[in-house]
T-cell receptor
Framework: EPEVTQTPSHQVTQMGQEVILRCVPI?????FYWYRQILGQKVEFLVS????????KSEIFDDQFSVERPDGSNFTLKIRSTKLEDSAMYFC???????????FGPGTRLTVL | DAKTTQPTSMDCAEGRAANLPCNHS???????VYWYRQIHSQGPQYIIH???NNETNEMASLIITEDRKSSTLILPHATLRDTAVYYC???????????????FGKGTRLSVIA
């Protein structure tokens, strides 16, 4: 069964460093998303991406964040200068659009020291 | 998207049916009801969704009331592996690009007990 994959599973970084989180969505999906979950809190939407551009973004997704689909398979989230409060699980998801369900990856645990 | 209300937690005996309620009294005509679950810190897992009619798949059944103001997710024979946080999410899809995000609440923590 096709699934969303994410790498790395755990990333530790120093405050102020740049990180890139990688995702490989399900191959025939057209819509891509990033969510995050701070420990003990709700899953929060960050950004959605379709047709090589951002469709929607939340207030969390400020200028420090960017997304890219550099080739036909990868979907990346970059945090330019990490802060302590960026420590969270980051989940990638993809869907076929419309009422189609979103499928989530296993997540990347980001720890900012 | 309409707001949902779910109980904070529920227990269910292993092998019995787990019935998880959700209220969504402000749901509008073009909004679907989705159910996801999250086991520990894993990625949310899609379970089922519906618009008006009851739905069933290999994981669960979704019963939506006729006025669509509430729904119930039924896990027919709960196992210990069904212990998770279950999220009821109301989501419209009629946006320009059609890819509306999911808005997660706190969900219901279901504990299946041996």
């Amino acid at each position: 069964e096709p699934e969303v994959t994410q790498t790395p599973s755990h990333q530790v970084t120093q405050m102020g460093q740049e990180v890139i989180l990688r995702c490989v969505p399900i191959s025939n999906h057209l819509y891509f998303y990033w969510y995050r979950q701070i420990l003990g809190q709700k899953v929060e939407f960050l950004v959605s991406f379709y047709n090589n551009e951002i469709s929607e973004k939340s207030e969390i997704f400020d200028d420090q964040f960017s997304v890219e689909r550099p080739d036909g398979s990868n979907f990346t989230l970059k945090i330019r200068s990490t802060k302590l409060e960026d420590s969270a699980m980051y989940f990638c998801a993809s869907s076929g659009g419309g009422a189609h369900e979103q499928f989530f990856g296993p997540g990347t645990r980001l720890t900012v020291l | 998207d309409a707001k949902t209300t779910q109980p904070t937690s529920m227990d269910c005996a292993e092998g019995r049916a787990a019935n998880l309620p959700c209220n969504h009294s402000t749901i509008s005509g073009n909004e679907y009801v989705y159910w996801y679950r999250q086991i520990h810190s894993q990625g949310p897992q899609y379970i089922i969704h519906g618009l008006k009619n009851n739905e069933t798949n290999e994981m669960a059944s979704l019963i939506i009331t006729e006025d669509r103001k509430s729904s119930t997710l039924i896990l027919p024979h709960a196992t210990l592996r069904d212990t998770a946080v279950y999220y009821c999410i109301v989501r419209g899809t009629l946006r320009r690009s059609g890819n509306t995000p999911l808005v997660f609440g706190k969900g219901t923590r279901l504990s299946v007990i041996a």
